[in-house]
């Protein structure tokens, strides 16, 4: 597969473990920490994963590309684990724009591409990070959180888990570099990816998969249910979630 233009990928389902083949050259497993992609004109690659993944791609005309001052000549084929917590909320409103029938009209659908280029063309002028010293803490964190997100967890219960030195408010900031996410915002992703999927095989119904993934009443995960994908957890009947999943298993095409 080539990219035609630039485009963003956001996987919908967390966390997701991919092999990529780049230019001729061996199959490579990644690890999206985050859900989004960033991915320039020309990109050839051939992709494979054995889990069920979810995601949207955004495509973008070269003329927005350019007016938005975004720089793809010369620069990565791909950036993986984009962890901009408002790039990720524009994408994701743009796809649950889409989903909604575009309600507001096409100028808002645009609105919000020329913000989320806008964005990555800031993101990419700014002198590029140094990689974050608790990098390895911060994955034993993740692994905390999914080992425990049915329970009720506090940030004080995660950060000594992982026997982090510093206070509190420098553990979110950490996690947050390493992950694209606060620990509050994962324990909630985990938690409704968890509930999905168990309503959607229907081994739960909305209530009881509420109580089993930790949410405290069924009222609040519905509301946060609703807010994440556009639509209540009632509409997601056993099997729907494979209308919106990418059904190819391997794809290589060039």
Not at 223 to 235: C, D, I, Q
Request: with cysteine.
């Amino acid at each position: 597969m080539e990219t035609t233009g630039t485009m963003f990928t956001m996987y919908l389902t967390q966390r997701p473990q991919v092999e990529l083949r780049v230019e001729g050259r061996g199959w490579a497993t990644v690890h999206l920490r985050t859900p989004l992609t960033y991915v320039v004109p020309g990109f050839s690659f051939s992709g494979r994963w054995s889990m069920s993944i979810e995601w949207v791609n955004i495509h973008f005309e070269p003329s927005w590309v350019t007016q938005s001052g975004l720089q793809t000549k010369g620069q990565p084929g791909v950036r993986y684990d984009v962890g901009d917590d408002l790039l990720t909320q524009v994408v994701r409103a743009i796809h649950e724009d889409a989903l909604a029938g575009m309600p507001l009209g096409p100028m808002y659908a645009e609105t919000l591409g020329a913000a989320a280029l806008r964005r990555m063309a800031y993101l990419e002028s700014r002198p590029k990070a140094k990689e974050h010293a608790h990098t390895a803490m911060m994955q034993k964190a993740v692994e905390y959180i999914q080992d425990n997100f049915q329970d009720e967890l506090t940030l004080l219960m995660v950060a000594q888990a992982v026997d982090y030195p510093g206070d509190l408010y420098a553990f979110i900031r950490s996690f947050k570099k390493a992950n694209g996410l606060t620990p509050h915002q994962y324990i909630i992703e985990s938690r409704l990816q968890a509930a999905r999927h168990l309503i959607a095989s229907g081994q739960c119904d909305v209530t009881e998969a509420a109580f089993t993934c930790g949410f405290s009443t069924a009222s609040h995960f519905s509301a946060t249910f609703r807010k994440r994908w556009g639509f209540s957890p009632s509409e997601l009947k056993p099997g729907s979630t494979e209308l919106r999943r990418g059904e190819a298993r391997e794809s290589t095409a060039r």
